[in-house]
């Protein structure tokens, strides 16, 4: 398998940048608490992150920005809240991301990247100069949507305002303390009446499940940051979800 480095390209102290350019992909220089997500992303395989890996043809090529930030309480991660009014996975907390565009290049290149930082930007405002790309993960898959998901994994080196961009797109825009996304007092099962079971975080007056909860109880727990909780503590979900 080709590791991120080796298919996004690694160099060391640049800015990444959008529009078409290269965008570098680097660790160096990360605050110590970050160094164990960038270890684990270096080697993890597609399968110790998700059961639903993208089928051989087909599927929509998509990215999402996995942004950790440094604010009042430690180390955080940027999440928003999608629209009630979307067709998919309406009124569901989530990273920002979307489908890559033709000006993104490359898929199997720096198109993910480029795409993770464009969709941030256009949904939260957030200024992607300010942003360290140190990771890309394999790529995953959303069954019900058809997305074809690349993680794009990134350090808000120089913070920027965030907020809602699009109401159309985006109810809200929040950070959530990793201190409160690894106490197990947050941390719940999920129950879809569709038989499907995962991680679930109860934070920001959120519930926090699928797609993004699953990648995120997988970088806490690559990360050894995960603290044991307790996973019989159930919360359904109904078929709208």
Request: net charge negative; hydrophobic share 40%; no cysteine.
């Given at each position: 398998?080709?590791?991120?480095?080796?298919?996004?390209?690694?160099?060391?102290?640049?800015?990444?940048?959008?529009?078409?350019?290269?965008?570098?992909?680097?660790?160096?220089?990360?605050?110590?608490?970050?160094?164990?997500?960038?270890?684990?992303?270096?080697?993890?395989?597609?399968?110790?992150?998700?059961?639903?890996?993208?089928?051989?043809?087909?599927?929509?090529?998509?990215?999402?920005?996995?942004?950790?930030?440094?604010?009042?309480?430690?180390?955080?991660?940027?999440?928003?809240?999608?629209?009630?009014?979307?067709?998919?996975?309406?009124?569901?907390?989530?990273?920002?991301?979307?489908?890559?565009?033709?000006?993104?290049?490359?898929?199997?290149?720096?198109g993910p990247v480029r795409a993770a930082l464009r969709e941030a930007q256009e949904e939260t405002g957030l200024d992607p100069a300010g942003v360290q790309v140190f990771g890309v993960l394999p790529r995953l898959y959303i069954p019900v949507s058809g997305f074809v998901v690349t993680p794009v994994l990134g350090w808000w080196r120089e913070p920027s305002p965030?907020?809602?961009?699009?109401?159309?797109?985006?109810?809200?825009?929040?950070?959530?303390?990793?201190?409160?996304?690894?106490?197990?007092?947050?941390?719940?099962?999920?129950?879809?009446?569709?038989?499907?079971?995962?991680?679930?975080?109860?934070?920001?007056?959120?519930?926090?499940?699928?797609?993004?909860?699953?990648?995120?109880?997988?970088?806490?727990?690559?990360?050894?940051?995960?603290?044991?909780?307790?996973?019989?503590?159930?919360?359904?979900?109904?078929?709208?979800?």
């Open positions: 398998m080709t590791s991120a480095r080796e298919q996004y390209g690694e160099t060391a102290g640049a800015r990444p940048v959008t529009a078409g350019r290269e965008v570098a992909v680097t660790s160096e220089g990360l605050p110590e608490w970050l160094v164990p997500v960038a270890r684990a992303a270096a080697t993890i395989e597609p399968r110790q992150l998700s059961r639903f890996l993208p089928p051989e043809d087909g599927g929509r090529q998509s990215a999402v920005l996995i942004l950790f930030g440094h604010g009042a309480r430690g180390p955080e991660l940027l999440l928003m809240e999608r629209a009630g009014t979307l067709r998919s996975h309406a009124g569901q907390p989530s990273f920002p991301g979307g489908s890559l565009d033709p000006q993104d290049g490359d898929p199997d290149g720096p965030v907020g809602v961009v699009d109401r159309g797109e985006t109810a809200r825009v929040f950070t959530v303390p990793v201190a409160d996304l690894t106490d197990p007092a947050h941390r719940v099962t999920t129950r879809h009446p569709s038989g499907h079971v995962g991680p679930a975080f109860l934070v920001e007056d959120a519930l926090v499940w699928g797609f993004t909860a699953g990648v995120i109880d997988r970088i806490l727990h690559y990360a050894g940051w995960e603290i044991p909780w307790d996973r019989e503590k159930q919360v359904p979900l109904d078929w709208r979800s």
